[in-house]
């Protein structure tokens, strides 16, 4: 103790001497009746220790300041004992919030329950239409949690009935005083008990969803929605009325003691948000935990908390609030009547004393500054206590050093919270309202007045005006209950509009058995015409076996990149296949002007790749993947049906590519090309994953297009003669809806974008399902959720205009696991858009939605593959591998996982290995090249 005692004015008391009154606390007697000069002092000695001076104030608000910053901070979170909860509230009410509100008041003694009607007028009038209090039966706070939960639902119901009202459905907000972990507004679990609550198995809980169960057991009387669960303090700071000066701060000092405030919400780093602020609930009465109080504890604070529910825990709190300080008062008295000398005869004390005996409103009475000795006298006579003159001088000296300590504390604690709000915020100055409620504050204009004295001094940058809570936190509960139903009824909004794109199993099979059916046309040589799914013959017959060899040139061409290859195959013992290559850019000026240019520029591509690899003049064969829809007659000529993706030079439809290619040639003088297959990239992926496993008979590109390659029975594929082996099919499934018969599965925003691209009505299944198209879905989706006011507050955003602007890896990086909120806010704001948090977290969903479709619709078409091979074969049980490749397959976090999880629902008789392709199918495409000369060979032999 520092000797010099200050009152909390700023006088001073000489040491040795007994002040006029303890601390300069509130009872006004003088000195003058003591007589006994021994008890003097050993009065002062039971006091001094309860009487804390500026500096040691001081002291406590410096270790409070540095138990919030270990509160806030994620990694020392665990450990602090001032756990700054965040309470997921982003903004003090704005007035606009209206409608009837439910709202349950979790307090011991009593369970309140109000219905709040908030008018949403100008001045936001509160009417609390209906407020019933129910006493708590004592044996329900230390029984099983269920049975205090079923009595709050019993109350409720009570209350509803006495409302006498048809209305059924009801919004409800929780007030529960007790530390808690809230993950939304909707859902907070309990950290742990405190003052005299001890139930069994609701630690560790979601207490809305206890009281939501609890609720329904009600025999579904009454339909409520538990939308909102706040602590007292955050209640109280929202119920705050509206004044000049925010009120960013709420404080109860009741049974129990705490805090909350806006924070800056970058600093709240158990939250993912970044911009704006968010509330903070300080469960400040757990400071002192790890022991940094111990200095300024008395005895009388070690008695009452070995002798309370909680030992060790709540220290702060049992130094405060009105549970406790009746006890340390009565422990005082205990042991200065032990010493003699109070209630005159007694050395034993009283039994008048026994715990509990003395209870916080006593104290209060004691101190009473109108009541005088008077009220003193009749408190503790009420109490069994017979007292002189003296002795109620003295129990006042005691009363009014514990509450004066207790107010003090509380002080040092708020004055804490207001530095760290002003130093966070960059202020030099800071100009608030504190909301403060509990039986402290109600009537004790003296608690409020040492309280606001000593902010003043251990806050001097502050200037604070406690606003005393109307009607206890109802109404602020009511508020935050309000703006949780605002969100609701958004979700609600926003579920209704993502739901067609989310599918059903059902639907699935759909997409499946309409698949093999235009599979079955497409096959056909007379219904060939009138399937949208083209199944085109690609003359390759068998899957490699490992005897190809040779050096082979390969182009990749209509993917994202344009590679030119050098691949050499030689035996598995000489390392098999080695691949050389280099990529080149083609601009969309190239990709969408005159044809010429575009095989133009291929050639000067390959001319340079020869340059690069010193093989100017050599001619090698060569086998190219062009990854678009041909009409194949043999395997060295294709005739292009059509463009797709993101091509559309002119003059190239109907045309045989590798002629196209040829002719290139012919324009450059001495070159020459020796063109011996033309492969689509689903048959360059197969045959290249071929070669590693023998099983692989189907080829899947799920990349800026879609598309699949699967071995067929000859003997099926009307369009080509003979009947024994088997051929490669290009089904060229992304045309697949080409014809309507897809046309449920569609929503408008597909339906958009389908219009603006380059070839509309063309290739619907594709749009669906590749790259190319997932991120201006999702685009299309913000746009509309934007005009509806459910994202960036309804204002438009001109970047979102952009075409193309989410691109796959967009799409990928966004829904990665375990990528923090805040990182997704950073990926959004690279790309210019400007997102709260909450905008991001839709912003995701409609990727994950976008995607998963994307996944689930390919899953079907490989089941309606797989299936159709199994039936084929007349096998049982059909074992086969898929080469896949394709950036969105590759890149995306759950594509692969997604659509495997389809295939197995929907093909559970096929067992299927998915292999990614490591090489691109410019390697398949030179394992083709490497079948075709050895058959060339032969037939020239
Ligand atoms: C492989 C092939 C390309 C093919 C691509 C699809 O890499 O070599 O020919 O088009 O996959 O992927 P992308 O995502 O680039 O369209
Ligand atoms: C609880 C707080 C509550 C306070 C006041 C404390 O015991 O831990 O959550 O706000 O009492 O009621
Ligand atoms: C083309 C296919 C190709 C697929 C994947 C589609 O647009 O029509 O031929 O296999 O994209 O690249």
Request: aromatic fraction near 6%; proline fraction near 4%.
């Amino acid at each position: 103790m520092s000797a010099r005692q200050e009152d909390p004015m700023g006088g001073e008391v000489p040491p040795g001497q007994l002040p006029a009154s303890p601390c300069q606390g509130w009872a006004g007697s003088t000195q003058s009746s003591i007589q006994d000069r021994n008890f003097t002092v050993q009065m002062q000695n039971t006091l001094q220790p309860l009487c804390l001076s500026l500096e040691k104030l001081q002291q406590v608000k410096v270790r409070m300041l540095e138990a919030i910053e270990l509160g806030l901070s994620r990694r020392t979170h665990a450990q602090a004992t001032v756990r700054m909860q965040p309470a997921f509230i982003r903004s003090t009410p704005d007035g606009t919030e209206r409608g009837d509100f439910l709202v349950v008041e979790l307090g011991d003694p009593d369970l309140r329950v109000l219905l709040v009607r908030l008018t949403g007028d100008e001045h936001q009038t509160v009417t609390p239409v209906k407020d019933q209090r129910f006493p708590v039966p004592k044996e329900l706070t230390q029984g099983p949690g269920e049975k205090l939960f079923a009595f709050m639902a019993r109350c409720l119901c009570e209350f509803l009935d006495g409302l006498g009202t048809v209305q059924k459905t009801f919004q409800l907000g929780f007030s529960f005083p007790f530390p808690c972990r809230q993950t939304q507004l909707d859902q907070s679990y309990l950290l742990g008990w405190t003052k005299n609550i001890q139930c069994s198995d609701v630690e560790g809980r979601d207490v809305a969803q206890l009281l939501q169960d609890a609720i329904q057991k009600q025999q579904d009387r009454y339909s409520i929605d538990v939308l909102a669960v706040v602590n007292d303090t955050v209640g109280t700071m929202m119920g705050c009325e509206p004044r000049a000066e925010p009120c960013e701060i709420g404080l109860v000092v009741d049974a129990g003691t705490n805090s909350c405030f806006m924070a800056e919400a970058r600093h709240v780093e158990l939250v993912e948000e970044t911009g704006g602020r968010m509330a903070v609930v300080s469960e400040w009465g757990a400071f002192g935990d790890d022991g940094t109080l111990n200095d300024l504890l008395s005895d009388f604070d070690r008695l009452v908390d070995q002798e309370s529910l909680n030992p060790g825990k709540q220290r702060f709190e049992k130094l405060i609030s009105s549970l406790y300080l009746g006890e340390i008062v009565r422990h005082a008295l205990v042991q200065l009547t032990k010493q003699g000398g109070l209630f005159n005869t007694h050395t034993s004390p009283s039994p008048a004393l026994k715990q509990e005996a003395l209870c916080t409103q006593d104290v209060l009475k004691i101190t009473d500054e109108q009541g005088g000795l008077a009220t003193a006298q009749r408190v503790l006579r009420d109490l069994g206590l017979e007292a002189s003159d003296q002795d109620c001088f003295i129990v006042q000296q005691v009363c009014s050093a514990v509450c004066t300590r207790a107010a003090g504390l509380c002080a040092a604690g708020l004055a804490a919270i207001l530095s760290y709000m002003c130093r966070s915020r960059e202020l030099a100055r800071l100009k608030t309202s504190v909301a403060v409620d509990g039986v402290m504050f109600r009537d004790q204009t003296k608690f409020s007045r040492t309280l606001q004295q000593r902010v003043k001094q251990l806050a001097p940058e502050c200037e604070v005006t406690l606003v005393p809570a109307k009607d206890g936190g109802g109404r602020g509960v009511a508020m935050v209950t309000a703006v949780a139903s605002r969100l609701a009824a958004q979700r609600q909004q926003i579920g209704r509009i993502l739901a067609p794109l989310k599918l059903t199993l059902d639907d699935l099979r759909k997409v499946q058995a309409l698949l093999r059916r235009e599979m079955e046309l497409g096959l056909r040589k007379e219904t060939h015409a009138t399937s949208s799914v083209r199944m085109l013959p690609t003359y390759v017959r068998a899957t490699p076996d490992g005897s190809e060899r040779g050096d082979f040139l390969a182009l990749d061409l209509g993917g994202t990149n344009f590679r030119v290859l050098l691949v050499q195959v030689g035996s598995r013992e000489q390392g098999g296949v080695q691949i050389v290559s280099e990529v080149y850019s083609i601009p969309p000026e190239v990709t969408q002007g005159p044809g010429s240019e575009l095989f133009d520029h291929i050639v000067t591509c390959i001319v340079d790749f020869q340059s690069k690899q010193g093989m100017v003049g050599q001619t090698l064969p060569l086998g190219f993947t062009f990854s678009f829809p041909c009409q194949q007659m043999s395997l060295d000529q294709g005739i292009l049906l059509s463009w797709t993706k993101g091509f559309s030079a002119s003059d190239c439809v109907g045309k045989d590519v590798v002629q196209l290619l040829r002719e290139a040639v012919q324009r450059k003088q001495h070159f020459t090309l020796d063109v011996v297959a033309i492969v689509n990239d689903t048959v360059g992926t197969m045959m290249s994953c071929g070669y590693d496993d023998p099983r692989c008979e189907v080829g899947l590109i799920v990349g800026t297009g879609t598309n699949a390659c699967y071995m067929e029975e000859l003997r099926h594929v009307g369009t080509v003669a003979g009947e024994e082996g088997r051929m490669c099919i290009n089904m060229e499934w992304g045309a697949f809806g080409d014809n309507g018969c897809l046309d449920a599965v569609f929503t408008p925003f597909d339906r958009q974008v389908d219009e603006v691209s380059l070839n509309p009505g063309k290739q619907r299944f594709e749009k669906l399902i590749s790259g190319m198209y997932l991120g201006e879905i999702v685009r299309r989706i913000l746009l509309h959720l934007t005009d509806k006011g459910l994202l960036f507050r309804g204002r438009p955003s001109p970047k979102l205009q952009t075409p193309d602007i989410f691109q796959t890896k967009f799409l990928s990086a966004i829904e990665s696991d375990g990528l923090a909120l805040r990182q997704v806010c950073g990926i959004l704001e690279e790309l210019g858009l400007h997102v709260t948090c909450d905008d991001s977290l839709v912003v995701r969903e409609v990727c994950q939605v976008v995607a998963l479709r994307a996944a689930q619709l390919c899953g079907a078409g490989v089941a309606a593959v797989v299936e159709k091979i199994r039936e084929n074969r007349g096998l049982k049980q059909l074992s086969v591998t898929v080469g896949v490749d394709g950036t969105l397959y590759k890149l995306h976090p759950h594509f692969a996982q997604n659509m495997q999880a389809t295939v197995q629902q929907l093909a559970p008789r096929c067992s299927v290995t998915f292999l990614q392709s490591e090489d691109g199918s410019g390697k398949g495409a030179a394992l083709i090249a490497a079948v075709a000369c050895r058959v060339a060979s032969h037939q020239r032999a």
